[in-house]
């Protein structure tokens, strides 16, 4: 069949109309395919922000549970040391007082004598222990002055430095900061803190002090349970000592808790930092490797007038 | 030699106690809380007392402000071992109270011989100097 001009120019066009309508359809299918993906893509984002989300909420969760659990056990052997430092000192009282009198009926250079002393003394080592426990349970309200922390840290460096080994190396990169906060207390922070790093060391090594300012909006105060967002001042105390294990760590604020040797310590020195730290508003952390050295580091509330 | 009351609740502080007194020639009456002393000052009358803070029945803070307003003129030393609260705290209430001067547990039992010597001469000043 032959068709007219006519008849051949409506063929063309009918086939480019359908032409048009298939091209249409094929577009419009590759833009629901798109718009579809893309959905999907966002889906995918916002149920993995969400697990994102779930994950960090956990975390601190456990964080706060941990601080929490490791707040009230601080406190509940705080009563406790309190509560037993009544009873010890009338233990110990009874043992001096009856060591002397009956090192008085002795000869003077006899034995029993001597001995007697001993157990005297023995006792003053307990009367010693009894007031730093008392020193850690007590909830007396120090005074709290504008302090200068670098010179405090230079106060506490002082008078440390003759007894620290001169195989050990101290280095301070001081800032100007300000904080509220009771001298002495702060004072015993840096001594404590210092001493510890000293004894990690055997004699030999580094101890780095750093001290930064931290803005209200610093990614570290994200990371720690209920600190309020303000100027803070961190200082860090870093050692190249031996450095602890986890069971350790866990532990190290613990009263009590001590890694020296007998008659070394008396595992008191870092929960009085503990309890001074948290008495100022302030939050101490610790960061330890076996064999790689040990980092507490401080945050306190800067102070501005 | 003073006639001294000595009110303890520890037996073995107040034995160890007793028996440092009397090796200095006092003369001592003992009692095991406040209710007991109360009862003992009503048939002697001691020129000092050394009593501890923390007690059963009676404390030593109730026994000092009782004492205080009954026997103006005896003679009062605190002693304490502490507690709830830093013993000074004690301490430092029980010499508002009326105490002539108090000790921290354990003591310097040559420090309390020689305030208690001090106070039987009427040198009351010269024991914070």
Redesign the interface.
């Given at each position: 069949m032959i068709l007219s001009n006519n008849g051949f120019v409506i063929l063309i066009a009918i086939i480019l109309l359908i032409m048009g309508a298939l091209v249409a359809a094929l577009i419009h299918v590759a833009q629901l395919a798109h718009r579809h993906a893309h959905s999907l893509k966002q889906t995918k984002e916002n149920l993995q922000n969400e697990i994102n989300d779930r994950i960090h909420a956990e975390e601190t969760k456990q964080k706060l549970e941990v601080a929490l659990l490791q707040g009230q056990k601080l406190q509940a052997m705080g009563t406790l040391a309190?509560?037993i430092?009544?009873?010890?000192?009338?233990?110990?009282?009874?043992i001096?007082?009856?060591a002397?009198?009956a090192r008085?009926d002795v000869e003077q250079d006899s034995l029993v004598h001597k001995n007697l002393g001993k157990v005297i003394d023995a006792?003053?080592r307990g009367?010693d222990l009894v007031s730093r426990i008392?020193a850690f349970s007590?909830r007396?309200h120090h005074q709290f002055d504008p302090i200068d922390l670098k010179n405090t840290t230079e106060a506490a460096l002082a008078l440390l430095r003759p007894t620290i080994p001169a195989g050990v190396i101290i280095q301070f990169k001081p800032v100007e900061i300000t904080i509220l906060g009771n001298q002495t207390q702060i004072h015993q922070v840096f001594v404590n803190l210092i001493n510890n790093a000293v004894d990690a060391m055997d004699g030999e090594g580094a101890i780095d002090i750093v001290m930064n300012h931290v803005a209200p909006k610093d990614p570290l105060l994200e990371q720690i349970p209920d600190i309020l967002p303000q100027n803070y001042c961190k200082i860090e105390v870093k050692d190249t000592g031996h450095g602890m294990d986890q069971p350790t760590i866990d532990r190290i604020f613990e009263p009590f808790f001590t890694t020296k040797e007998v008659g070394k310590g008396t595992g008191l020195g870092l929960s009085i930092v503990h309890t001074i730290i948290k008495e100022h508003q302030g939050e101490i952390t610790v960061k330890s490797q076996l064999g790689h050295g040990t980092t507490f580091m401080i945050l306190l509330p800067e102070y501005s007038v | 030699m003073a006639k001294i009351l000595l009110v303890e609740d520890?037996d073995?502080?107040r034995d160890?106690?007793t028996?440092?007194l009397q090796?200095a020639s006092h003369q001592v009456t003992c009692a095991a809380n406040g209710e007991e002393a109360t009862q003992c000052l009503r048939n002697e009358e001691p020129d000092i007392m050394v009593t501890d803070i923390?007690m059963p029945k009676k404390s030593g803070i109730t026994l000092i402000s009782e004492v205080k307003n009954q026997h103006p003129n005896l003679e009062i030393i605190a002693i304490?071992?502490?507690?709830?609260l830093?013993?000074t705290g004690y301490l430092d209430l029980s010499e508002t109270l009326g105490a002539a001067v108090s000790f921290?547990?354990?003591?310097d039992?040559t420090a309390l011989l020689m305030a208690i010597d001090l106070l039987l001469h009427g040198k009351k000043e010269k024991i914070k100097g």
């Open positions: 309190g509560g430092a009544h009873d010890f000192n009338n233990i110990l009282y009874a001096i007082g009856y002397e009198m008085e006792g003053h009367q008392l007590r007396q | 520890d073995l502080v160890m106690l028996q440092v090796r923390i304490s071992g502490g507690g709830r830093d013993p921290e547990k354990p003591i039992n």
